[in-house]
């Protein structure tokens, strides 16, 4: 482990409980909540300790636009 100023190996630091690899810090998640609004989870790179919490409060809800703190992680599962 250590600190990284770019990019950092996907096994650089811990997997969540999971099983996934820096799910938290890089982009807000894009979602869509149960009732239809589009919100986030996690945070992104500029984002506090609280708010890359799953369960964090939302400061992006309802927004639709591109920004450089929002985003979304596809994960693929490989069959062996």
């Not at 997997?15 to 938290?24: E, R």
């Not at 807000?28 to 986030?40: C, F, I, L, N």
């Not at 609280?50 to 591109?66: E, H, L, P, R, Y």
């Amino acid at each position: 482990m250590g600190n990284f100023t770019s990019t950092a190996p996907v096994t650089s630091y811990l997997p969540n409980n999971f099983g996934f690899y820096c799910m938290s810090g890089n982009a807000a998640e894009m979602v869509v909540y149960k009732d239809g609004t589009p919100g986030t989870k996690g945070g992104s790179w500029q984002s506090h300790s609280q708010a890359i919490q799953i369960n964090g409060n939302d400061k992006f809800i309802g927004q639709t636009k591109s920004s450089t703190q929002l985003g979304f992680r596809p994960l693929i599962q490989y069959l062996d």
